[in-house]
């Protein structure tokens, strides 16, 4: 644990999971669903610093989530001293300690007369995936790069086309059974002419890239000038295991990638291995 300062959010860890609970709170599930979920999925069992689950219960009093046991198990933790404790023992000087403890005491207050809880997000239809696997697109490229879809034109990003590059989409999902992701992988086609979806299917794959995933917004698509070729039936078996080194799902929609993030040309520093083939039934 890198400390930063006294601060609540001094650390990365801290900054981490507070990211994490601002794309969860948008799910529609209860504060006790949600706090069942960090806990499982980024809190565990093992030895972790305390005050994650003083960060876990400020997030929920600030965003009005109600949930008693998020706030029982981070008053715990302040009472019983185990956060101070950790950063003496991490290093942290009398000083910042002081500090510290003005920053829980603020904190507990807050948790002990929370604010009224607000709504929740409704359940309804999940947001639409705008990728199905199997689909092969073709996108323009500027020295083997897609365009950077977060700007919203090609003049803004300077992007001047000069080649192009195709992908495959190999599987989609969602991550906490809620938001949509797509494992994505880059073809080895020729650069000087729009790709066919023949052409795409007998491309190979790029040694050193893999595939990715990402988080597809229809409106980054569309900046992206991804063009449909064509679609084709992969083996799942064969699509899981060539999947296994990927970043998580939910690590993935946190991060937010883009799918002009993840694709690229053909580049010759990027040797062939495989291909789409090797993935068909």
Request: aromatic share 8%.
């Amino acid at each position: 644990m890198g400390t930063w300062s006294a601060a609540l959010y001094g650390d990365d860890d801290a900054c981490d999971l507070r990211d994490t609970i601002a794309l969860v709170a948008k799910l529609p599930r209860s504060g006790d669903q949600l706090f069942d979920l960090l806990r499982e999925r980024e809190l565990g069992d093992g030895d972790i610093a305390p005050a994650l689950w003083v960060v876990v219960a400020d997030q929920f009093e600030r965003r009005g989530i109600a949930c008693e046991a998020a706030f029982s198990r981070a008053l715990q933790v302040i009472e019983s001293g185990d956060d101070l404790a950790w950063l003496r023992e991490a290093g942290m000087d009398e000083k910042d300690l002081k500090k510290r403890i003005a920053v829980l005491a603020e904190v507990e207050a807050r948790l002990r007369a929370p604010r009224p809880p607000k709504p929740r997000p409704k359940a309804g239809k999940p947001p639409a995936n705008p990728l199905q696997a199997g689909e092969v697109y073709a996108f323009p490229t500027m020295r083997h790069v897609a365009v950077n879809s977060w700007f919203p034109s090609w003049e803004e990003a300077r992007f001047v086309p000069d080649g192009w590059g195709a992908c495959v989409v190999l599987a989609t999902g969602r991550a906490f059974d809620w938001l949509p992701w797509a494992a994505v992988e880059s073809l080895g086609v020729d650069t000087d002419r729009k790709p066919t979806f023949d052409d795409a299917v007998a491309a190979p794959f790029f040694a050193g890239q893999g595939p990715s995933r990402c988080v597809p917004r229809k409106l980054q698509m569309q900046r992206t000038g991804l063009s449909l070729l064509g679609r084709v039936t992969l083996d799942a078996a064969k699509v899981d295991s060539h999947l296994a080194p990927t970043t998580s799902p939910e690590r993935t929609v946190m991060a937010g990638w883009a799918i002009s993030s993840v694709v690229l040309g053909w580049g010759r520093a990027r040797p062939p291995r495989g291909g789409l083939a090797d993935l068909l039934p």
